[in-house]
């Protein structure tokens, strides 16, 4: 009987031990991920003034963008996009940091737009988007963005 009740308490101490564990970075905002958002709103605030040669700094030579009308984009694209003017406000939120290895991540967030697609179609307000950042020597450089539209269910 003593037994059994030493081995119970050692269950139970070490499933309580168990549940107790939590990963490092779920729910505490990390000092990449801060970095990386602000960069990501540089990136954005860049589109939205014309500001090409800004946004060249953040992004890889091969940088490509799934648009949210799921076609995609080069970076030569996503620059003469810029110089037009496509962007005209947005408003991002929710971000979350996945870390790939120790020299890239994908940054989640969600984000409000007033934005053209071309022959002055609007672009989906609502927006759900993805990006891998990838570090170059001391640099984090954006590679890859998908740029997916919000249902009215989401």
Not at 56 to 82: I, N, P
Request: aromatic letters at 10%.
């Amino acid at each position: 009987m003593k037994h059994n009740f030493t081995v119970l308490a050692i269950c139970i101490f070490a499933a309580l031990a168990c549940c107790a564990q939590t990963p490092a970075d779920q729910g505490q905002v990390t000092p990449l991920q801060t970095m990386l958002f602000d960069n990501t709103k540089t990136i954005f605030e860049a589109q939205k003034t014309k500001n090409v040669s800004t946004l060249d700094g953040f992004l890889t030579s091969d940088f490509r963008q799934v648009g949210s009308e799921g076609m995609l984009h080069d970076r030569k694209e996503f620059l003469d996009d810029a110089v037009e003017g496509y962007l005209k406000e947005y408003s991002l939120y929710d971000v979350k940091l996945v870390h790939v290895d120790d020299n890239a991540v994908i940054l989640t967030y969600k984000g409000i737009l007033h934005q053209l697609e071309g022959d002055d179609v609007l672009a989906p307000r609502y927006q759900h988007f993805s990006d891998l950042w990838i570090k170059q020597g001391d640099q984090w450089k954006l590679k890859y963005r998908q740029s997916t539209p919000r249902r009215p269910i989401d």
